[in-house]
């Protein structure tokens, strides 16, 4: 297979950018573009995760209510096709930062995409939350892999810093996750479901702003992508892409159009596709010249991380769909006689998240170079969040869907414990371990599969979901925590082989 991707590099191509000075401690001791870069994200999370806290609720809830009257299963498995989307195309956003628009413009530009698309959802009409849904999916894909990249071009690859960089990094953005779902989640509870994803307009805008802002202290700003396309290929490039888009749009409406494309065929479609890309685009970079046999060889153990991911989100993003859907419907809103809306829960994970990362980054940085290996912390947090599933089978044990038991709101709050430090140790440590094993001429789209492991996660998720509310509670969320247990204890017991084939990752 021949791919634009997979051509050599022409010699006069633009070189990547320099490697950042080692002496920038400009926001509390790490490059002071990191603090532009976590601002952003911080209401990128606050809009994404504001609206998927609710987005599910949304789903399920009847029409009379505002709701799209969807039952359970069919509700998270079409939230979960959304978040399939969305890394989906983060593959083509790794690509067109790499090739044609440098990091810089396609987070710019991602941003605002998403945010378009949050101010189209607050319109209450079904056409509108479809065509938001597309433009978030399109815009997170050019923002989310291109940031983290960003993120790891502040540093040097020998840097110490960098996977505290990368923790301090995780706890800004999950600032955003906290706050997003409270603001939301009120607002969706207590005015309507679209007032809640106005606040997730406004927060993306205000993101964008801090961005363009603190733009003089990112990598890269003002260049050109760093392998870009000749002019010609560019052009050819993105005529061919907005040409593609709009058959398949077209394609789309039509078959929708006459019966064929139903909903369930479209998340059966989407997993089937998240499945199929990561197989391709491992296979593309390995055949590649311009990735050379020492690139290649990191790539054998990037695979089992890829794996690991897969497991640990798998988890995660149920926090946002059958968590979400059992809190709702089995679980007390109120803590100590403080009552409060469902879509609060998703804040708790946004909380133990920002209170962990920065005890894990000075855990790391105190630690230095006799820290875990990078394998084993993403291990420890594919067991974590596969015990967090496994603790909702001790409360719900024993009582139907409909028997009316609502649980202590502490069990869920202890689950997303669990989860919340899972994420820290798995995300942070997985995203460093990629800016450092990516071959040099797939900078940005290694990032962008990295994130194709969350699209697959979600695409399982997507098929899995369905059987939620027709099978035991205990059951489901009990067979699906042992089995991430059991990925866990897998990569551990690979350590060692892991250890010797990831160098220069320690």
Not at 8 to 27: C, K
Not at 28 to 55: D, K, N, Y
Not at 193 to 219: C, D, E, I, K, N
Not at 444 to 458: D, E, I, R, V
Request: proline share 5%; glycine share 12%.
């Amino acid at each position: 297979m021949t791919t634009d991707i997979d051509e050599p590099r022409e010699p006069e191509a633009t070189p990547p950018p320099p490697s950042p000075p080692g002496d920038d401690r400009g926001f509390l001791g790490h490059p002071g573009g990191l603090a532009t870069l976590s601002g952003l994200e911080v209401w990128e999370r606050f809009s994404f995760l504001g609206m998927q806290a609710i987005l599910v609720l949304y789903f399920a809830d009847a029409v009379a209510h505002g709701g799209l009257g969807m039952d359970p299963g069919t509700a998270a498995s079409v939230s979960a096709a959304y978040g399939t989307m969305v890394y989906l195309v983060s593959v083509a956003g790794g690509w067109l930062a790499d090739r044609i628009l440098g990091s810089y413009r396609a987070v710019l530009w991602g941003g605002v995409l998403i945010a378009c698309g949050h101010y189209a959802m607050a319109v209450p009409t079904a056409a509108m939350t479809w065509t938001g849904l597309g433009l978030i999916s399109a815009g997170t894909g050019l923002l989310k892999p291109n940031v983290a990249s960003m993120v790891g071009r502040l540093y040097r690859t020998e840097d110490d810093r960098r996977d505290a960089g990368f923790a301090l990094y995780y706890m800004a953005i999950n600032t955003g996750a906290f706050a997003g779902p409270l603001i939301t989640g009120w607002l969706g509870e207590h005015q309507g479901w679209h007032w809640g994803f106005s606040a997730a307009a406004v927060g993306m805008t205000a993101g964008l702003a801090q961005y363009v802002l603190g733009r003089r202290r990112l990598p890269g700003r003002g260049r050109s992508a760093p392998y870009a396309l000749a002019p010609d290929a560019q052009r050819t490039a993105v005529r061919r892409i907005i040409a593609g888009g709009l058959a398949l749009a077209a394609l789309a409406t039509l078959l929708a159009a006459i019966g064929w494309l139903t909903m369930g065929r479209f998340v059966d479609l989407l997993t089937l596709v998240s499945v199929i890309a990561p197989v391709v685009y491992f296979t593309v970079m390995f055949r590649s010249p311009r990735v050379t046999a020492a690139e290649r060889g990191r790539l054998r153990p990037y695979a089992v991380l890829f794996l690991a991911s897969v497991a640990f989100n798998f988890i995660l993003f149920q926090a946002y769909s059958t968590m979400m859907l059992l809190a709702s419907t089995n679980a007390r809103t109120e803590i100590l006689g403080f009552h409060f809306p469902a879509g609060w829960y998703a804040s708790a994970l946004g909380a133990f998240e920002v209170a962990l990362a920065p005890v894990v980054a000075g855990l790391w940085l105190r630690m230095g170079r006799r820290q875990p290996h990078a394998s084993n912390k993403i291990a420890i947090g594919v067991v974590l969040g596969g015990l967090s599933f496994l603790l909702m089978v001790l409360p719900t044990a024993g009582h139907g869907a409909d028997d009316g038991f609502k649980m202590a709101a502490w069990w869920i709050v202890g689950s997303y414990l669990l989860l919340g430090l899972g994420d820290v140790l798995l995300e942070t440590s997985g995203m460093s371990a990629t800016t450092k094993l990516a071959p040099s001429a797939y900078a940005g789209q290694t990032m962008a599969l990295w994130f194709l492991s969350l699209a697959l996660a979600n695409g399982i998720q997507a098929q899995v979901v369905k059987v939620y509310g027709h099978v035991s509670t205990p059951v489901y969320f009990g067979v699906n925590g042992a089995i991430a247990v059991a990925a866990g204890l897998a990569v551990i017991a690979a350590a060692p082989w892991l250890r010797r084939t990831m160098q220069p990752v320690h």
